[in-house]
Protein backbone atom coordinates (compact mmCIF):
# COMPACT_ATOMS: atom_id res chain seq x y z
CA UNK A 1 0.00 0.00 0.00
CA UNK A 2 1.34 3.77 -1.12
CA UNK A 3 0.08 6.79 0.61
CA UNK A 4 0.89 10.35 0.50
CA UNK A 5 -0.27 13.46 2.24
CA UNK A 6 -1.42 16.92 0.92
CA UNK A 7 -3.32 19.89 1.57
CA UNK A 8 -6.79 20.50 -0.67
CA UNK A 9 -5.40 23.83 -2.31
CA UNK A 10 -8.93 24.68 -4.30
CA UNK A 11 -10.35 28.20 -3.26
CA UNK A 12 -14.05 26.17 -2.49
CA UNK A 13 -12.36 23.09 -1.74
CA UNK A 14 -13.62 19.80 -3.35
CA UNK A 15 -17.37 20.32 -4.31
CA UNK A 16 -19.71 18.43 -6.76
CA UNK A 17 -18.02 19.01 -10.37
CA UNK A 18 -14.19 18.41 -9.65
CA UNK A 19 -15.51 15.24 -7.17
CA UNK A 20 -17.66 13.68 -10.28
CA UNK A 21 -14.26 14.11 -12.80
CA UNK A 22 -12.35 12.77 -9.28
CA UNK A 23 -14.72 9.74 -9.17
CA UNK A 24 -14.47 9.00 -12.91
CA UNK A 25 -10.32 8.90 -12.79
CA UNK A 26 -10.57 6.62 -9.72
CA UNK A 27 -12.74 4.16 -11.72
CA UNK A 28 -10.11 4.31 -14.84
CA UNK A 29 -7.55 2.91 -12.74
CA UNK A 30 -6.61 -0.69 -11.35
CA UNK A 31 -5.52 -0.15 -7.82
CA UNK A 32 -8.16 0.53 -5.20
CA UNK A 33 -7.78 4.10 -3.68
CA UNK A 34 -8.69 5.70 -0.24
CA UNK A 35 -8.95 9.14 0.60
CA UNK A 36 -8.77 9.44 4.26
CA UNK A 37 -9.68 12.93 6.56
CA UNK A 38 -10.22 13.30 10.30
CA UNK A 39 -10.70 10.34 11.20
CA UNK A 40 -12.71 9.05 8.09
CA UNK A 41 -11.90 6.74 5.14
CA UNK A 42 -13.84 6.55 2.23
CA UNK A 43 -13.37 4.96 -1.58
CA UNK A 44 -12.29 7.60 -4.48
CA UNK A 45 -14.76 5.67 -6.83
CA UNK A 46 -17.49 6.80 -4.54
CA UNK A 47 -19.04 10.45 -5.16
CA UNK A 48 -21.63 10.62 -1.90
CA UNK A 49 -18.28 9.14 0.13
CA UNK A 50 -15.86 11.87 -1.04
CA UNK A 51 -18.18 14.74 -0.55
CA UNK A 52 -19.19 13.36 3.08
CA UNK A 53 -15.71 14.13 3.94
CA UNK A 54 -16.57 17.86 3.75
CA UNK A 55 -13.31 18.83 2.02
CA UNK A 56 -12.36 22.49 2.59
CA UNK A 57 -9.32 24.68 1.38
CA UNK A 58 -6.80 23.78 3.77
CA UNK A 59 -7.88 20.14 4.67
CA UNK A 60 -5.52 17.55 5.42
CA UNK A 61 -5.67 14.50 2.75
CA UNK A 62 -4.47 11.20 2.93
CA UNK A 63 -4.47 9.29 -0.53
CA UNK A 64 -3.79 5.76 -0.25
CA UNK A 65 -3.84 3.12 -2.90
CA UNK A 66 -3.20 -0.77 -3.02
CA UNK A 67 -2.84 -2.82 -6.89
CA UNK A 68 -1.10 -3.78 -9.59
CA UNK A 69 -0.67 0.35 -10.24
CA UNK A 70 -1.00 1.71 -7.00
CA UNK A 71 1.93 4.45 -7.12
CA UNK A 72 0.43 5.83 -10.59
CA UNK A 73 -2.85 5.92 -8.84
CA UNK A 74 -1.44 8.09 -5.78
CA UNK A 75 0.48 10.17 -7.96
CA UNK A 76 -2.25 11.03 -10.48
CA UNK A 77 -5.48 11.24 -8.02
CA UNK A 78 -2.72 13.83 -5.90
CA UNK A 79 -1.92 15.37 -8.87
CA UNK A 80 -6.12 16.05 -10.24
CA UNK A 81 -6.52 17.39 -6.69
CA UNK A 82 -3.69 19.69 -6.50
CA UNK A 83 -4.97 21.15 -9.87
CA UNK A 84 -8.43 22.11 -8.90
CA UNK A 85 -8.18 25.65 -8.36
CA UNK A 86 -11.95 26.71 -7.58
Known sequence: MISR???????????ARP???LVKLA???KATVLL????????????LGILSLGLKKGTELVIS????????AVDAIASFISSIKE
Open 5 to 15: TIIVEAEHGLH
Open 19 to 21: VSE
Open 27 to 29: KTL
Open 36 to 47: SSSGKQVKAASM
Open 65 to 72: AEGDDEQE
